[in-house]
């Protein structure tokens, strides 16, 4: 076993994700199964090889600094689920003792 | 309407720019099409009737007064991860419901700018991820040549309303193989650019070193002709190409002799299902006839491409997806500090293939675990590239097939993940390497499914690769739309 309930458990913390026991036990052995067959890669001596980050190399993309039209305060926040005037509105971040 | 079923985008242009029909009234033939067949098929999330009427109003205005030009009139499908101004796009997932994109993406302005009539969204995995459509949060989309199989996926809804006649032409992307794939279970052409060929401006991020917009269409030359208005360098996306856009509609109608073909031994593979091959090997016969050389090439790495794209998929999806977290726009739903917020919300708002990939995703990113999966993935992926770079000093085009197998069931794979990732096996090295890659229909399995075949070039080769395919698919003149639907 590579990955264990509490390696799943911690990682969905860090993604943000709450799963339910069901959740955890299915993607425990799911993952379990998807990270044992990367593993090949492991079988491929890369020693040397610069990784590839983009396929088409593009470097040094330069515009003038010019001002342009950007979006309105409006189209900015009008998604929101929840907003006060032009905010985003979100619960506490910080406790209030 | 039949006969207008048949016709391509340049057909109609003609007809349109004759007056023999309006664009009111093709729009409204596509509509009502909509209408009696996509109960059945459930390609569309949305008809944007109203609007498509509209807009079908002013390209008629607009060609009456002989400013019509290549899209102008012409009724065409979006897959619903393209930001259209003004309009819900929710990449099929709870968690975008109700977002209206306050901006065009350039693929849809530079197509609005070129008159296209707006049909509706198209059904897909939740945020392209997935190979059958059956990730979607809303609906199960069918085959058209068989309605109790998937069409493929990620843009399982472009590919079956194109093959149905649910539009003349749609877009799709494709990050792995979700335009090629999904274009070979329904029996169409689709075409995956060259990363950086088409801007990503408005397209909802997944995998940003692989996503690409392209087009799924009934025929190789309309597959050049929204190639043509979609392409080119964008200022809102850096990663978007200078070069200047070549004439591609000018390479339909050439000749392929003295091409040399390269097919890769390590892509006819046991568990490729015998029709498939069977059918690969007659089309490679076909560009034999028409004077091309057939080199054997090796691509040594092919059977490391699925472990290194699902590292590279993942790793980039957990970052990308961290947006969504019931701030800025879509479904939030309420906890008592803004962490149990977002986990509540995110909890939610995705679908099980998405959390699936963001855990994945950020296992693979999590300390101590990054040089060995993600670096590694890098690694190998630059020795893949360079399988393609020493093919291509050999050969100008490569041929493969797209998909090992035929379509397959609805719910054959849904709780394989593994086995669902596998059959995108000899797609993802060209989203890996960056090449522009192409399916066009090669022929039908003992049960009348449709097969495609691959056709890979050399960055910005699609001139050669849609000169090749038009040979190809000229020569063959298979079925394009199913009797249920014709």
């Not at chain 2, 995956?192 to 087009?215: C, E, H, M, N, W």
């Amino acid at each position: 076993m590579k990955v264990t309930r509490d390696v799943i458990e911690y990682v969905a913390h860090l993604g943000r994700l709450e799963l339910d026991p069901d959740e955890i036990e299915r993607y425990t052995s799911q993952l379990d199964a998807i990270l044992e067959y990367m593993d090949k890669l492991n079988s491929l001596d890369t020693s040397g090889i610069e990784p590839t980050t983009h396929a088409i190399p593009n470097v040094n993309v330069f515009r003038e600094d010019d001002v342009t039209e950007a979006f309105s305060v409006e189209a900015s926040v009008g998604n929101a689920p929840e907003r006060k005037g032009s905010f985003f509105k979100v619960p506490p971040i910080i406790e209030v003792e | 309407m039949e006969e207008l079923l048949g016709k391509d985008i340049l057909e109609l242009g003609n007809l349109l720019a004759k007056k023999e029909i309006t664009s009111v009234e093709l729009t409204k033939c596509y509509l009502e099409r909509i209408k009696r067949h996509d109960g059945a098929l459930q390609s569309y999330l949305r008809v944007t009737e109203d609007l498509a009427i509209n807009m079908a109003q002013e390209a008629d205005k607009k060609i009456a007064k002989g400013e019509g030009s290549l899209l102008t009139g012409i009724p065409l499908g979006i897959k619903d991860i393209l930001c259209t101004r003004d309009m819900e796009t929710t990449c099929a997932s709870q968690i975008l419901r109700g977002f209206i994109a306050p901006y065009d993406a350039t693929v849809i302005q530079r197509m609005k700018q070129s008159g296209f009539i707006h049909l509706g969204r198209l059904n897909m995995d939740e945020f392209a991820m997935g190979s059958s459509t059956e990730n979607s949060s809303f609906q199960v989309t069918k085959n058209p040549w068989d309605l109790s199989r998937i069409p493929g996926g990620s843009s399982g809804g472009s590919a079956a309303a194109v093959a149905a006649g649910l539009c003349v032409a749609a877009l799709g992307t494709d990050t792995g193989g979700s335009i090629r794939q999904p274009a070979s279970l329904c029996g169409t052409v689709g075409l995956k650019p060259t990363y950086g060929r088409v801007s990503r401006y408005g397209l909802v991020a997944f995998a940003s070193s692989l996503d690409q917009i392209g087009p799924i269409t009934r025929s190789v030359k309309d597959a050049a002709a929204l190639l043509q208005v979609i392409a080119g360098r964008d200022g809102m996306d850096s990663t978007s190409i200078p070069q200047p856009v070549p004439d591609y509609l000018s390479y339909i109608g050439r000749d392929v002799g003295g091409l040399r073909i390269g097919i890769p031994q390590e892509y006819f593979i046991e568990g490729m299902e015998p029709d498939v091959r069977k059918a690969v090997e007659d089309a490679i016969k076909v560009f034999e006839r028409n004077g091309t050389a057939v080199v054997p090439i090796s691509l040594p790495h092919t059977d490391y491409a699925v472990a290194t794209y699902y590292v590279i998929c993942t790793a980039e999806a957990s970052s990308n997806l961290a947006r969504y977290d019931g701030v800025k726009y879509g479904f939030r739903a309420p906890g008592k500090d803004i962490i149990e917020m977002y986990k509540k919300t995110r909890s939610a708002g995705f679908g099980k293939e998405v959390k699936r990939r963001i855990i994945l995703g950020t296992y693979v990113l999590s300390s101590g675990y990054y040089d060995a999966y993600y670096r590694k993935a890098g690694q190998v992926r630059t020795l893949i590239k360079r399988d393609f770079d020493r093919a291509f000093e050999q050969c100008d085009l490569v041929l493969t097939p797209v998909s090992p197998t035929t379509a397959f069931r609805i719910g054959e794979k849904v709780e394989d993940p593994l086995t669902m990732y596998l059959s995108d096996i000899f797609t993802i090295p060209v989203n890996l390497a960056g090449l522009p890659g192409l399916s066009v229909p090669c022929g039908f399995d003992h049960t009348g499914l449709p097969i495609g075949l691959q056709i890979i070039g050399k960055p910005l080769d699609e001139p050669l690769i849609l000169q090749a395919a038009h040979v190809f698919e000229t020569e063959m003149r298979l079925k394009k739309i199913p009797d249920r639907f014709a």
